[in-house]
């Protein structure tokens, strides 16, 4: 190659070295990597006082899928004295509870189920509301319920009448009849003179067609 055949060569070997990198400037930047998702919190509010609601999905903070878990409890009630215990309901050993107190007023009765969760929760005292904001002791001819709603109490609630809204079907209403030891479901008569609210039961949907109340 001649010398002014190496000059010309030159700034054309230079231009095609740029070609490359101009090319890489204007290409795409890389994508930014999304970071992954971790574990969603849902804030719960603790309950402190006042009315304690009973929804179809809970009683006040607990749901679900809240732990049976003495601790966890006692985080959702922090102003509540929570215990664990064993009570004995039917054939079988003892099964475990929590049983949660705020103002030496007994609040909740939590029973295990079978799978480590909550099986259920009982509402005896305190200041219980269920879905309607029907209250313990209220009379079974004020609350709205038809007698084909309701049937008779076996195991805890023997004795006793057990009703459930069409629109809540993890809530039972026991109702108590007092003299009433006949056993079955009182007549209509009976339920709508004497009838009275003794106590609500809740049970996780999986679980509430399951067992007597």
């Known amino acids: 190659m001649t010398p002014r055949l190496v000059l010309i060569a030159a700034p054309l070997l230079l ?12 290409a795409a930047p890389p994508a930014v990597e999304t970071p992954k998702s971790g574990p969603v919190t849902i804030a719960v509010t603790p309950y402190v006082g006042g009315p304690l609601r009973v929804r179809a999905d809970g009683v ?3 749901t679900g899928e809240t732990a049976f878990d ?9 102003k509540a004295v929570v215990k664990s215990a064993f009570i004995h309901t039917g054939e079988g050993p003892p099964g475990p509870i ?14 295990k189920g079978a799978e480590g969760g909550i099986g259920e929760i009982r509402l005896a005292g305190g200041p219980a509301q269920g879905p309607k904001g029907e209250a313990l002791l209220g009379k079974w001819a004020d609350l709205g319920f038809d007698i084909a709603q309701c049937r008779a109490g076996e195991g805890r609630t023997v004795n006793q009448t057990v009703c459930v809204r069409p629109e809540a079907p993890t809530v039972s ?14 007549p209509v008569e009976v339920l709508k003179a004497k009838g009275q609210l003794n106590e609500f039961v809740w049970r996780p949907a999986e679980k509430a067609a399951v067992g007597a109340a």
């Not at 095609?16 to 204007?26: E, F, L, M, R, Y």
């Not at 209403?173 to 009182?186: A, D, E, K, S």
């Open 60 to 62: 006040g903070p607990i």
């Open 173 to 186: 209403y026991v109702f108590g009849v007092p003299g009433w030891t006949r056993g079955g479901l009182p």
């Open 98 to 111: 929590l049983t949660v107190d705020q103002d030496n007023v007994p609040l909740l009765e939590i029973g």
């Open 15 to 26: 231009l095609a070295a740029c070609g490359p990198a101009k090319q890489a400037d204007t």
């Open 70 to 78: 003495a601790a966890t409890i006692k985080a959702l009630f922090p």
